[in-house]
T-cell receptor
Framework: AQKVTQAQTEISVVEKEDVTLDCVYE???????LFWYKQPPSGELVFLIR??????QNEISGRYSWNFQKSTSSFNFTITASQVVDSAVYFC????????????FGSGTKLNVKP | DVKVTQSSRYLVKRTGEKVFLECVQD?????MFWYRQDPGLGLRLIYF???????EKGDIPEGYSVSREKKERFSLILESASTNQTSMYLC?????????????FGPGTRLTVT
């Protein structure tokens, strides 16, 4: 079974629209970490955020915000006022207490932001 | 800035050839990883190494081997390349710690096996 599900394969928005990328995870561990990465067309994955399972506070960083809800096993990512430079593939990932070095990645969501 | 470099951005090899993909990191990271990325499948872990000469199999190690003789360098070896190994290969590194450290990625090598 998939440990991380990103059901949205591709999303297209027009610049300045808000967009939310969904991430649902599955784990039996009480201690785990969740991550979001951005992969622009250049190919290199860029780390965006890490959140541990004991911190359910939402986080905001500029136009980016993350909503972590343990009750629904979700860690969704919202981009406010999207820009063309946000066009990329976004990956959500999970690591568990039994082996923090091992990341389980979702299949990614391709975001197209059109001018 | 953390820098992870990979020896080639694009590589074309023939079926049956032995292929070496090299990865170097300059941040003295203990952990290094090799992933392959395929459309619709995300990133899948092939092997990782948590110290020099130490390695562990990931989810899809078949057909691959690795070598880590120096801390900064982690090589992925395709002993006899096959067409189903055509893919994007990503190397990553992270610090060794008691908690999950973010992984830093290289630019990737797009390998085509004909």
């Amino acid at each position: 079974a998939q440990k991380v599900t990103q059901a949205q394969t591709e999303i297209s928005v027009v610049e300045k629209e808000d967009v939310t990328l969904d991430c649902v995870y599955e784990t039996r561990d009480t201690t785990y970490y969740l991550f979001w990465y951005k992969q622009p067309p250049s190919g290199e994955l860029v780390f965006l955020i890490r959140r541990n399972s004991f911190d359910e506070q939402n986080e905001i960083s500029g136009r980016y915000s993350w909503n972590f809800q343990k009750s629904t096993s979700s860690f969704n990512f919202t981009i406010t006022a999207s820009q063309v430079v946000d066009s990329a593939v976004y990956f959500c990932a999970l690591s568990e207490a039994n082996n923090f070095n091992k990341f389980y990645f979702g299949s990614g969501t391709k975001l197209n932001v059109k001018p | 800035d953390v820098k992870v470099t990979q020896s080639s951005r694009y590589l074309v090899k023939r079926t049956g050839e032995k292929v070496f993909l090299e990865c170097v990191q300059d941040m003295d990271h203990e952990n290094m990883f090799w992933y392959r990325q395929d459309p619709g499948l995300g990133l899948r872990l092939i092997y990782f190494s948590y110290d020099v000469k130490m390695k562990e199999k990931g989810d899809i190690p078949e057909g691959y081997s690795v070598s880590r003789e120096k801390k900064e360098r982690f090589s992925l070896i395709l002993e006899s390349a096959s067409t189903n190994q055509t893919s994007m290969y990503l190397c990553a590194s992270s610090t060794g710690s008691a908690r999950a450290s973010e992984q830093y990625f290289g630019p990737g090598t797009r390998l085509t096996v004909t």
